[in-house]
């Protein structure tokens, strides 16, 4: 077998204090898996996805199971004025 001695842990290697991610589609069956994984490895987790309703929700629920952060901010990825707004909108909060 291979030494690992020297070799960060995996968890060392994933670990993402510090760093702020955004999830697109974030709501929906793959994106809230990695929402939570993620703020499990120590990440800032924005949220984007459509409806603002199940953003918010997915965001506190987050937070009340993993202690970390994460928040949701609505948007429509297919108009170009929403992500837009989007964005400003994020970086005043991020
Ligand atoms: N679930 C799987 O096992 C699987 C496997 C392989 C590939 N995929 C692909 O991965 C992607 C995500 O899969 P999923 O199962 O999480 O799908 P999903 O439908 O559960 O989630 C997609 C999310 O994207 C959001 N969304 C759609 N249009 C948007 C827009 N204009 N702006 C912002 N958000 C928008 C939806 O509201 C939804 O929450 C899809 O492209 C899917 O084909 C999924």
Same mark, same amino acid.
């Given at each position: 077998? &291979?030494? @690992?001695?020297? /070799? !960060?842990?995996?968890?060392? &290697?994933?670990? @993402?204090?510090? =760093? +702020?991610?955004? *999830? +697109?589609?974030? +709501? %929906?069956?793959?994106?809230? /898996?990695?929402?939570? &994984? /993620? *703020?499990?490895?120590?990440?800032? *987790?924005?949220?984007?996805? /459509?409806?603002?309703? =199940?953003?918010? &929700? @997915?965001?506190?629920? #987050?937070?009340?199971? +993993?202690? %970390? $952060?994460? #928040? %949701? #901010? !609505? *948007?429509? @990825?297919? #108009?170009?004025?929403?992500?837009?707004? $989007?964005? =400003?909108?994020?970086?005043?909060?991020?």
């Amino acid at each position: 077998m &291979r030494d @690992l001695k020297g /070799l !960060p842990k995996v968890y060392e &290697r994933f670990f @993402l204090a510090g =760093k +702020t991610v955004v *999830v +697109t589609g974030g +709501t %929906g069956i793959l994106g809230r /898996l990695y929402c939570k &994984r /993620l *703020v499990e490895a120590g990440a800032q *987790v924005v949220i984007a996805d /459509l409806d603002e309703d =199940k953003c918010a &929700r @997915l965001a506190e629920e #987050i937070i009340e199971e +993993t202690g %970390g $952060w994460a #928040i %949701g #901010i !609505p *948007v429509d @990825l297919s #108009i170009e004025d929403s992500v837009i707004g $989007w964005s =400003k909108k994020g970086s005043g909060q991020m």
